[in-house]
């Protein structure tokens, strides 16, 4: 393996419309989203799929589905997102961080 192959970066994913979190009754059902990276330029959708229990101040759960390099064609990501602090967090390592405190 060629030692100075470039590691993509990670990319943090936020909703186009900013957005602290989203609750069971406060939340929509597509959202926009884009990159810290580059936010002003769209880069696919998030797709309310659920909610992290039925009570008002629980999370909306979400898929992340994010363009491919041709506009065309989509990538959805693995896992299940949150919003928390306006970014999307993986829900599973949220939930494991949420019964540590």
């Known amino acids: 393996m060629d030692k100075h192959q470039l590691v993509p970066m990670q990319q943090i994913y936020v909703p186009v419309i900013a957005t602290v979190s989203a609750t069971l009754r406060h939340s929509l ?3 926009e989203i884009t990159t810290t990276h580059m936010p002003e330029q769209i880069c696919g959708i998030a797709q309310r799929i659920g909610y992290t229990g039925n009570q008002r101040q629980d999370l909306a759960i979400y898929r992340l589905k994010v363009k491919g390099k041709r506009s065309f064609s989509s990538i959805t990501l693995p896992g299940f997102y949150i919003i928390e602090n306006g970014v999307f967090v993986d829900y599973e390592q949220w939930q494991r961080n ?3 405190k």
Do not use: A, M, N
Request: no cysteine.
């Open 29 to 31: 059902r597509k959202l």
């Open 98 to 100: 949420t019964e540590d």
